[in-house]
């Protein structure tokens, strides 16, 4: 698996959570990172976006709440949720379009996911 999620759980409307995405077989210096979500019976959306270098994009329900971030040393993609809202509930996915280790094209790869609920 060559994403591996942590960090979601259940919170209370106004508190915080940080999700956490360890790249343990994508090149991660070079791969567009992101997170999605998908809630029940909805498509899954972006939430946020971030190229290798640093100019990160965000979905408009989460501006000014969410922060996406990477540590190229930790090889780990981070999403800091603030003021969440129970409208954030759902499972939350870590993605990357790069390379995996030993090959030169890139591709879509998706993290387990990991189950964010934010109670009223």
């Known amino acids: 698996v060559p994403l591996v999620e942590s960090g979601g759980g259940l919170v209370q409307a106004g508190g915080s959570l940080r999700l956490s995405c360890a790249a343990v077989?994508?090149?991660?210096?070079?791969?567009?990172m992101a997170w999605y979500r998908q809630a029940p019976g909805k498509e899954r959306e972006l939430v946020a976006n971030?190229?290798?270098?640093?100019?990160?994009q965000y979905a408009d329900f989460v501006k000014g709440r969410f922060t996406i971030s990477r540590d190229f040393i930790r090889r780990t993609l981070y999403l800091q949720m603030d003021r969440l809202e129970p409208e954030d509930t759902a499972v939350y996915f870590c993605?990357?379009?790069?390379?995996?280790?030993?090959?030169?094209?890139?591709?879509?790869?998706w993290g387990q996911g990991t189950q964010v609920t934010v109670s009223s």
């Open positions: 971030i190229p290798d270098d640093g100019r990160a």
């Open positions: 993605n990357a379009y790069g390379r995996r280790l030993g090959r030169s094209n890139r591709s879509n790869y």
């Open positions: 077989g994508i090149i991660f210096s070079d791969a567009l």
